[in-house]
């Protein structure tokens, strides 16, 4: 399955859902968005990517914020999401609230469904869940008021089982990746990921279905160095395909659209709203949401031992306050935990010269004994 | 268009007692050791050994008085992991601790417990979070709750636990780690006293935007709008200074004594200016052109608002009736919390409630202009700045925006493009500047 | 002929008193960068011959000229050559290549050869990129830190400076250096920025005096260096207490013959940078020849 072309052909997918069901798109920007409830309406929620483009009529309406946020702007204003019948955005990354902002307050669609979904930042408080759970209620009887369609416990049963299902295939597939010579890569594992994201997740947990025996089926890769990436959300593989035509794998990611969007599953209760708050509220935390105890710290720490990494790259998108402000207590845990990590600052394109630079020589850092870096050893090793 | 002089103008005289009170803040911060808290937290002040130290005028003022310093505290955090566009107040805050030294080389006074302003910007979020990673320390979250549109009874009820919990928990938790013990009467005495300033606050805010010419100019107000808010000084002394203001500015706006004798043009801004290079504003007074502020500036006495009868007065704030029972230590956080958990100060009408709130604001203050500093590291003062922009030009203000790094943060500011822009806007608009 | 004010010269040199017929092991290295490209040729570990030549159009053209620079009339030719590494951002125009290297293990090696084993801290300041690279005590490169984007800590910065201000770039360092205290530095997140705003900082200011010329010039020396010192520091130290130190500290590439950018780096580190016989421009061919 090439799951690249189900990420660039993302519109055209779900404006086909659309012909074929009747029903409404919901365009999503915050990782910590309940697309249960959506899926639970009838509405196919689908994850607002950015791309690479020239970027040539947001200025009019934003000023700096990173990249992506930025091409979102650009894609809304040139119409690329016109097919989108609602937008929706969680408390969290104030830029990506702006791109929210912008795509309503442009109303380039009049009749354009919004809704803003308060999901604490403060993610530790005992209030914090009936906040959550108050908050989804009135999602829920937003959607219901939009749909027209009441949404029963059946409902949210079924939503909840499609997409716990799905998480667990991703999952699985994460699962593979720990072996010392994968057979799936970083770039196509966050293919997958972001077509899991603007897709009808049954179709999508069909899709999977298939492709796990046959990624188990797969012969072994050969040795690379395994590498962690940490940082801002990115849209693309480039980084990662850069990475193994280095000779070197992202074997796993802690990304908010990587493995952070399906790593925890929703215990049912019978309470299901209260399920749902519970699982978004307990996921692994991205900066803005780790802002009490320090979680995240210590959850790259346990990817890094558990997927065996070499080392990690730690990308920061230009203008990512939240990762500009969270690093501080990555780059610590790295040191205090010996882990080499190589940092650097990332915008929508990569310059290849520059990133090649950085990876290639990192790399070689990283390889004891060398020995594939030409004459390296022989002068600066044992010899 | 000529610039001479048209009203009489004279110093003000509350200008002395706000540097006294400005400096003995000062020195508060740099002496004390013992319990010093760091973000918004009115409640802190009602603990007899509590300091309160926010980092926004500490930041501001590192870089307005010793930019070397600023610029090593900025680098000693960007070499630690935060990045270099990172709001300078943080940078040079935070930075200070790294390098274990305030500006004058005497050892950084170690902060006992660490408060994080919540998500009025997402780096004022964040930044208290280091204090605690670097030197382990308390520190206690909350949240900035927020949802546009109007408000919504459905969505208060849980928010408004969440925030009154958020509040309450450091209290007790102050208490039972210190062992100070909290004091529900100071904490009333605070509230009433910062009712007071806020009445006298919205009044000065009313004399400068009905008044031609303005008593004020916001380059004034700067000077001492932080106190008794960011730079926490004694209550008693706060409320007496802040009447004094007021009553200083009544008596020159009833006088026709000007703050600009060659008032012309009103302009406005939005969120705060560059706090190092504040020179602009007395520029632009070589053109006429007085400064009023911004929605920020005026928060303090509540963002004002058109009535429906089209007199001006204060966004329904949803403040508990004058006389509500505050018997327990909850029902205390309670009222001082108010009735709808939506913070309503200016970044959140902004951003949230109503983008287009300071077309209103410009219409209030009777401005002819808006200069809107776009700047490059600083979300929660930079996110709306364009949009706002536009919505201003389509209700016929002249716009002008100028770029920089961040309030606290010099790096991008060029001081000698920003003038160009000026004369550039103003002679476009016909003024020509006098130079005395 | 119109002066070129934000070049260095360019230079080569070819030993009389090697016979490199005698040789067992001739090797080169060739750094091909964006704005200089370098040759250094060894015959049996002995330093042979190394040009030092400025890049105009064609990388494939400077790539065969600097190894014709190095041999001078020697009569060596490149297929004589038994071991050929090439390194920088133009490395794939060497055709003749025998092997590909990475620029950060290339200045490292090269930088050990030129300073001596004590060097554990190398920074790089070349063309497009700036590379602080921390050493272990043996030959392994322990830490790398290179500048993220913007042109301000990067040499065609001064390159472009020098020329806009026609000061040669030989001078301007020394110039900015007679300052009686630094003045505040431009921009150091955009080159745009910081090029504006040093122009304009030869006009008078507003109820101020106006920067000297000198003044103007370590505004933005100052600048390239304060971008330059945020790539140094983040080199971790290997042990997450240990305070880290730069005593041992070389500069490679082009601005390392800049005092006004080193000076003020050495400033800041409280070090004194080591010193060479041999131009810093030659260090990645060094060690690419060394490596090769």
């Not at chain 3, 950018?261 to 409280?270: F, M």
Request: proline share 5%; with cysteine; net charge negative.
């Amino acid at each position: 399955m090439d799951f690249k072309a189900l990420v660039e052909n993302r519109h055209e997918y779900a404006k086909a859902w659309k012909a074929k069901t009747g029903g409404k798109v919901l365009g999503w920007f915050e990782p910590y968005f309940p697309e249960e409830v959506a899926y639970a309406a009838g509405v196919l929620p689908v994850r607002v990517l950015a791309k690479h483009e020239p970027d040539d009529v947001s200025d009019k309406w934003i000023y700096a914020s990173c990249y992506p946020v930025r091409d979102m702007v650009n894609q809304f204003l040139k119409g690329r999401y016109d097919y989108m019948d609602g937008l929706v955005n969680v408390e969290g990354c104030q830029w990506m609230y702006n791109a929210f902002e912008v795509a309503v307050n442009n109303k380039r669609k009049p009749d354009l469904f919004d809704h803003y979904f308060f999901l604490p930042d403060h993610t530790d408080a005992p209030t914090s869940k009936h906040v959550t759970r108050s908050e989804l209620n009135v999602f829920k009887g937003k959607m219901e008021e939009w749909t027209g369609k009441k949404i029963t416990d059946a409902d949210l049963d079924k939503a909840i089982e499609v997409y716990n299902k799905n998480r667990l295939l991703l999952k699985q597939i994460s699962e593979l990746r720990r072996m010392e010579k994968p057979v799936i890569h970083g770039a196509e594992m966050m293919n997958i990921v972001l077509a899991d994201q603007v897709m009808d997740k049954a179709e999508m947990n069909e899709i999977l279905e298939k492709f796990i025996p046959e990624l188990e089926a797969r012969e072994p890769g050969k040795d690379r160095i395994r590498l962690m990436l940490i940082g801002s959300e990115t849209f693309d593989t480039e980084l990662e395909e850069l990475v193994e035509a280095l000779g070197g794998d992202v074997v796993v990611d802690e990304l908010d659209n990587g493995t952070g969007y399906y790593w925890n599953n929703i215990i049912p209760q019978k309470d299901r709203l209260m399920a749902i708050g519970l699982k978004y509220l307990g996921r692994p935390k991205n900066p803005i949401k780790d802002n009490n105890w320090r979680r995240r710290p210590q959850h790259i720490f346990e990817l890094a031992e558990d997927y065996n990494v070499d080392g990690a790259l730690v990308v920061k998108q230009i203008y990512c306050h939240l990762h500009g402000t969270d690093n501080y207590a990555v780059w610590k845990i790295l040191r205090e935990r010996y882990i080499p990590y190589h940092f650097f600052e990332r915008d929508m394109l990569l310059p290849v010269e520059d990133t090649t630079l950085r990876l290639e020589s990192f790399m070689n850092m990283l390889k004891p004994g060398i020995n594939h870096l030409a004459g390296w050893h022989k002068v600066f090793g044992e010899d | 268009m000529a610039t001479k002089q048209l009203w009489e103008t004279r110093p003000l005289e509350f200008w002395n007692k706000a540097k006294e009170l400005r400096a003995g803040w000062q020195k508060s911060i740099e002496s004390v050791e013992n319990v010093v808290g760091q973000g918004n937290c009115m409640w802190a002040s009602a603990f007899p050994a509590v300091t309160v130290i926010e980092d926004n005028p500490v930041g501001a003022m590192m870089q307005n008085k010793n930019e070397p310093y600023a610029r090593k505290a900025r680098l000693a955090s960007e070499i630690r992991g935060w990045g270099r566009e990172i709001c300078g107040y943080q940078g040079n805050c935070w930075g200070g601790q790294f390098l274990g030294y305030i500006e004058d080389g005497t050892p950084w006074p170690r902060r006992r417990m660490v408060v994080p302003m919540p998500c009025v910007c997402d780096q004022h979020a964040k930044r208290g979070q280091q204090a605690r990673d670097f030197e382990n320390m308390p520190q206690w979250m909350a949240d900035m709750v927020i949802y546009p549109g109007p408000f919504d009874e459905e969505r208060n009820e849980a928010l408004l636990e969440h925030k009154i919990y958020c509040s309450l928990r450091p209290i007790n938790d102050v208490e039972r780690i210190f062992g100070q013990r909290f004091s529900e009467d100071r904490m009333k005495e605070i509230m009433e006293g910062n009712k007071l300033v806020r009445e006298y606050a919205k009044e000065i805010t009313y004399l400068m935007a009905q008044t031609i010419p303005s008593p004020l100019s916001v380059k004034d107000l700067y000077s001492v709008y932080t106190i008794g808010g960011l730079t926490k000084v004694d209550p008693e002394a706060t409320v007496a200074f802040w009447k004094m203001v007021r009553d200083e500015v009544k008596w020159r706006a009833d006088n026709h004594i000007a703050a600009v004798g060659n008032e012309r043009f009103r302009w406005i801004e939005a969120h705060p200016p560059s706090w190092h290079y504040m020179k602009y504003y007395r520029y632009m007074e070589e053109y006429g052109a007085i400064c009023l502020g911004s929605q920020y500036a005026h928060m303090m006495g509540g963002a004002p608002e058109f009535k429906p009868d089209g007199s001006i007065g204060v966004r329904e704030n949803s403040q508990y009736p004058d006389g509500t029972e505050m018997s327990t230590r909850e029902d205390i956080i309670r009222v001082s919390q108010g009735k709808e958990a939506r913070s309503l100060n200016a970044f959140k009408i902004d951003e949230y409630i109503r983008r287009d709130a300071i077309v209103e604001f410009a219409k209030i203050m009777q401005a002819d202009g808006a200069l809107l500093a776009i700047w490059r590291h600083g979300v929660g003062c930079t996110l709306t700045r364009k949009e706002q922009g536009m919505y201003l030009k389509e209700a016929g203000v002249n716009v002008m925006h100028y770029e920089g790094s961040q309030p606290g943060d010099r790096t991008d500011l060029d001081e000698k493009r920003l003038l160009d822009q000026l004369d550039t806007w103003m002679q476009g608009l016909g003024f020509r500047r006098q130079v005395n | 002929m119109v002066q070129k004010f934000g070049k260095w010269p360019e230079s080569c040199w070819t030993s009389d008193k090697i016979d490199w017929k005698a040789a067992k092991a001739i090797t080169a290295g060739v750094d091909l960068g964006t704005g200089s490209a370098q040759c250094a040729i060894f015959c049996d570990g002995e330093l042979f011959g190394w040009s030092n030549l400025r890049v105009g159009a064609s990388f494939k053209q400077i790539a065969e000229e600097v190894i014709i620079h190095a041999v001078g009339n020697s009569g060596l030719t490149a297929d004589k050559i038994g071991v050929i590494g090439a390194t920088g951002f133009a490395r794939d125009n060497a055709a003749y290549a025998t092997k590909k290297l990475d620029e950060v293990h290339c200045h490292a090696k090269g930088a050990r050869y030129m300073y001596g084993p004590s060097v554990t801290t190398v920074v790089d300041l070349g063309g497009q990129t700036m590379k602080a690279i921390r050493l272990y005590e043996w030959d392994r490169v322990r830490d790398i830190a290179i500048n993220d984007k913007c042109a301000t800590g990067q040499g065609r910065n001064i390159e472009q400076m020098c020329e806009l201000l026609q000061v040669p770039i030989t001078e301007i360092g020394e110039k900015s250096l007679d300052v009686k205290g630094d003045p505040e530095p431009v921009s150091t997140t955009c080159y745009n920025f910081a090029r504006t705003e040093t122009m304009g900082q030869f006009r008078p200011e507003f109820r101020a005096e106006p920067l000297t010329e000198n003044e103007v010039y370590a505004t933005h020396m100052l600048a390239v260096a304060w971008r330059m010192l945020g790539a140094i520091g983040k080199m971790q130290p290997l042990d997450p207490g240990e305070i880290m130190v730069y005593e041992d500290l070389g500069f490679t590439g082009g601005l390392a013959k800049n005092p006004g950018i080193t000076k003020r780096i050495e400033k800041e580190l409280r070090v004194t940078a080591l010193t060479s016989e041999y131009d810093p421009m030659l260090a990645g061919a060094i060690g690419a020849a060394l490596l090769a």
